[in-house]
């Protein structure tokens, strides 16, 4: 496990297309939220960053789609070496999580290069417009910090975000476990040292 910090997509860039598989079997575009605002989370199943938000992280997603946020998960893992967070294990994770949102397998890891995602959870949040308005951190909490999940950072940019206001530009990066990339396909941006 390398503790990786995201890559800080430049504010204002345009959402990458993509068109993946999702845990029901159809398969979900980008496309199919134009002129709706979007959360775009790369994530995984078995990333201790990720379980450390699970229960607070599908209770968002739950209360933010309620509020017309179209909200979408993308684990990118190397199953060959991490079968824990193939599509099987991913079904069975949205499930016991209780995750309402899709939650898509990016099997080429393309569309996690073309966000510069780096680490699990990775947060791209997008106007409708589709133009990037936040990525940065849920909370300051981290897996045995002792401080509480709230998703206090995540939760003021949906929230300006949806009531028409401008987002605070002033963003901390997010921190997880890196992508497993697949041999030989980690991107330029992935250094393999750890973040401090």
């Not at 290069?113 to 951190?137: I, S």
């Not at 929230?159 to 002033?170: H, I, K, R, T």
């Not at 990339?181 to 040292?193: C, H, L, S």
Request: charged share 20%.
């Amino acid at each position: 496990m390398v503790k990786t910090a995201s890559t800080m997509m430049p504010l204002g860039s345009d959402a990458p297309a993509f068109s993946l598989p999702n845990i029901d079997d159809s398969v979900v575009s980008l496309s199919n939220f134009n002129e709706k605002p979007v959360l775009v989370i790369f994530m995984c199943n078995h990333c201790p960053f990720v379980i450390h938000l699970r229960e607070a992280l599908a209770a968002f997603g739950k209360e933010y789609q309620g509020k017309g946020l179209n909200v979408i998960g993308i684990s990118s893992n190397d199953v060959e070496n991490y079968p824990q967070d193939g599509p099987d294990k991913m079904k069975e994770e949205a499930a016991s999580a209780g995750y309402t949102f899709p939650y898509l397998y990016d099997e080429t890891q393309e569309t996690a290069k073309a966000y510069g995602a780096a680490c699990t959870p990775d947060f791209f949040l997008f106007d409708q417009d589709h133009k990037l308005v936040y990525r940065g951190q849920f909370d300051d909490s981290r897996p045995q910090s002792g401080i509480p999940v709230t998703g206090a950072d995540l939760r003021a940019a949906c929230d300006a975000l949806l009531a028409g206001e401008p987002v605070v530009e002033d963003q901390k990066p997010s921190i997880g476990c890196n992508i497993k990339w697949k041999e030989g396909n980690a991107p330029d941006y992935f250094t393999g040292q750890a973040t401090a």
